[in-house]
């Protein structure tokens, strides 16, 4: 059974409000290379991750397996956190449709705004300008927002597993006077990233 998820735009608000953790930054100046193992896939973090699952029933034949984890350090001062998420469906398959990834942006910036951002800019990156060299489904984007006086950048990575029904979200964020070191961390993970 193919059903379209527009309407869940694969979930990532509701992945954003339930999942949340409460973490101080490590520093990250001597820390070792963390891999992970979750959802079929691998990739190595600086600091150890806090990791959550939940399970949810969508509707009598539906389910989502959610996994995230979160990793921060500090840099200069200031946070850098990475927040993986693998969400895989069962019960209807995600499809890749122009609908649904529009479905997928829209879904992050209402979180993004849920959190009480303003000035929320959003840049999708072009093919050429991707970190992400793998043949899956995937999409990369950028936001900058303000949240209280606090103006952060945001660099995304969504791959669409479809063999496994499962989508993965990398992001790294942190404040726009670390954005190289964001920019840094967000090559790193998403390089080490790979499907098992």
Not at 126 to 135: E, F, M
Request: charged letters at 20%; hydrophobic letters at 35%; proline letters at 2%.
């Amino acid at each position: 059974m193919t059903v379209r998820i527009t309407s869940l735009s694969f979930l990532l608000v509701l992945v954003t409000s339930i999942m949340t953790f409460n973490t101080n930054a490590a520093s990250a100046e001597n820390s070792e290379v963390i891999l992970s193992n979750s959802c079929d896939a691998s990739l190595n973090f600086k600091v150890k991750p806090f990791s959550k699952k939940q399970n949810l029933q969508l509707d009598k034949a539906t389910s989502l397996e959610m996994n995230q984890q979160l990793s921060s350090y500090t840099h200069n001062s200031a946070k850098v956190a990475s927040n993986v998420t693998c969400q895989r469906l069962t019960g209807a398959n995600y499809t890749g449709s122009d609908a649904e990834w529009a479905g997928v942006i829209k879904s992050a910036l209402d979180g993004i705004n849920a959190k009480g951002a303003t000035e929320v800019k959003l840049a999708l990156t072009t093919p050429l300008g991707k970190v992400y060299k793998g043949s899956e489904n995937n999409k990369e984007y950028d936001f900058r927002a303000d949240f209280g006086g606090n103006k952060q950048v945001i660099k995304n990575l969504t791959v669409l597993d479809l063999p496994r029904n499962t989508v993965y979200t990398l992001s790294v964020s942190g404040a726009e006077q670390v954005e190289d070191e964001v920019m840094k961390e967000f090559k790193r993970i998403v390089t080490s990233f790979k499907l098992n």
